[in-house]
T-cell receptor, first 112, second 113 residues
Framework: KQEVTQIPAALSVPEGENLVLNCSFT??????LQWFRQDPGKGLTSLLLIQSSQREQTSGRLNASLDKSSGRSTLYIAASQPGDSATYLCAVSPFGNEKLTFGTGTRLTIIP | DTGVSQNPRHKITKRGQNVTFRCDPISEHNRLYWYRQTLGQGPEFLTY??????LEKSRLLSDRFSAERPKGSFSTLEIQRTEQGDSAMYLCASRWGQGIEQFFGPGTRLTVL
């Protein structure tokens, strides 16, 4: 059974700092990995998707990497802003691309 | 492209009542997924449809839960005899058959008193 872990559960950093969020998964036989953002009481916004054949994806100040062999992914946020405050979730899908398995998320607070 | 929509956005009900949620996927997305998210946790898979066929159900989906997708368009999730433990955010997602990304709706927050 696939298990996804995100550490730390919560993180507070001053505005302007670069930061890294971590995601690990137990079964390396994945089809893709997605990073999502969730604001309090809201749905999920997809940030980046990395297919199993890829090593990283970039969008603006965000960069996500994937190391399937070690079962790890990182989300790098450059020059953090207060608007980045949210919960960040990673999720993996098996081959067949159904049934995302999510981590419990990292609650990020950017201090102005 | 209007995105995935869910209604209602919030539902408050008393224990023992039945509730029904609706999800409208992105047009032409033939796959539709339901997830449940409790406070402080990540979403958990409940079930998914390919067109009108329900192909997989999680063991989380007890016999009080039923999902349908008539005609392969919108989907409904019904919970009968609600319990306080059913309080959660219910999320719907859809995906085009050849696509790789699931697109999520805003969710329906259920509170059972």
């Amino acid at each position: 059974k696939q298990e996804v872990t995100q550490i730390p559960a919560a993180l507070s950093v001053p505005e302007g700092e670069n930061l890294v969020l971590n995601c690990s998964f137990t079964d390396s036989a994945i089809y893709n990995l997605q990073w999502f953002r969730q604001d309090p009481g809201k749905g999920l916004t997809s940030l980046l998707l990395i297919q199993s054949s890829q090593r990283e994806q970039t969008s603006g100040r965000l960069n996500a990497s994937l190391d399937k062999s070690s079962g790890r992914s990182t989300l790098y946020i450059a020059a953090s802003q207060p608007g980045d405050s949210a919960t960040y979730l990673c999720a993996v899908s098996p081959f067949g691309n159904e049934k995302l398995t999510f981590g419990t998320g990292t609650r990020l607070t950017i201090i102005p | 492209d209007t995105g995935v929509s869910q209604n209602p956005r919030h539902k408050i009900t008393k224990r023992g009542q039945n509730v029904t949620f609706r999800c409208d996927p992105i047009s032409e997305h033939n796959r539709l997924y339901w997830y449940r998210q409790t406070l402080g946790q990540g979403p958990e898979f409940l079930t998914y449809f390919q067109n009108e066929a329900q192909l997989e159900k999680s063991r989380l989906l007890s016999d009080r839960f039923s999902a349908e997708r008539p005609k392969g368009s919108f989907s409904t999730l019904e919970i009968q005899r609600t319990e306080q433990g059913d309080s959660a955010m219910y999320l719907c997602a859809s995906r085009w058959g050849q696509g790789i990304e699931q697109f999520f709706g805003p969710g329906t927050r259920l509170t059972v008193l």
